[in-house]
Antibody, heavy 121, light 116 residues
Framework: EVQLVQSGAEVKKPGESLRISCKGFGYNFGTYWINWVRQMPGKGLEWMGRIDPSDSYINYNPSFEGHVTISADKSVNTVFLQWSSLKTSDTAMYYC??????????????WGQGTLVTVSS | QPVLTQPPSASASLGASVTLPCTLSSGYSDYEVDWYQQRPGKGPRFVMRVGPGGIVGSKGDGIPDRFSVLGSGLNRSLTIKNIQREDESDYHCAADRGSVSSFQGLFGGGTKLTVL
């Protein structure tokens, strides 16, 4: 069974750093992009960026580039999203989602359960 | 970059039908759009893709036949027939542009469907 399992909820203070993770199970991890999607409280979905775990090639949404860093460790089938200095406006649910490479059917076909990040002083 | 426009809310009675629109911005009539369902407190799940000619590829796992799509001009709508309680969800449309080196994903604002 294909699964994306995300790390647990986090509560942080403004200015702190954070890394959350998304681990893939049940498929060839290197043949799918992993996308990160933000959902602020009561709001819609926002695409943040994606990474190819096989070579760590990354596409960023310009709105997020420079504030977050996406990385991967293909040896443990895991992708990361990290912040060096959190803001209260980073409070949101973050989802990872799988996207097949070099395929016509390249929608986001499997999603993680989400990681809730709360940033408050 | 295309823009996807969705109404913030919609409602329908149990057993009725509802069409949820997703409108592409001008000049993007050849674009395909993906629909995602997000039940309360849950993560999104893929419903189906729609292009100018209708459904593209297959539906997502477990999506019932009551769900269908229509692509016409700039409109990429999702229709749900014989609405059930479990259809009460947020529905998001999504698209992307660019090649591997310039890929950008985007979502519409989402429509909250209430089942009366």
């Amino acid at each position: 069974e294909v699964q994306l399992v995300q790390s647990g909820a986090e509560v942080k203070k403004p200015g702190e750093s954070l890394r959350i993770s998304c681990k893939g199970f049940g498929y060839n991890f290197g043949t799918y992009w992993i996308n990160w999607v933000r959902q602020m409280p009561g709001k819609g979905l926002e695409w943040m960026g994606r990474i190819d775990p096989s070579d760590s090639y990354i596409n960023y949404n310009p709105s997020f580039e420079g504030h977050v860093t996406i990385s991967a460790d293909k040896s443990v089938n895991t992708v990361f999203l990290q912040w060096s200095s959190l803001k209260t406006s980073d409070t949101a649910m973050y989802y990872c989602a799988r996207q097949e490479e070099y395929a016509e059917d390249d929608w986001f076909d499997s999603w993680g359960q989400g990681t809730l990040v709360t940033v408050s002083s | 970059q295309p823009v996807l426009t969705q109404p913030p809310s919609a409602s329908a009675s149990l057993g009725a039908s509802v069409t949820l629109p997703c409108t592409l911005s001008s000049g993007y009539s050849d674009y395909e759009v993906d629909w995602y369902q997000q039940r309360p407190g849950k993560g999104p799940r893929f419903v189906m893709r729609v292009g100018p000619g209708g459904i593209v590829g297959s539906k997502g796992d477990g999506i019932p036949d009551r769900f269908s799509v229509l692509g016409s001009g700039l409109n990429r709508s999702l229709t749900i027939k014989n609405i059930q309680r479990e259809d009460e969800s947020d529905y998001h449309c999504a698209a992307d542009r660019g090649s591997v080196s310039s890929f950008q994903g985007l979502f519409g604002g989402g429509t909250k469907l209430t089942v009366l």
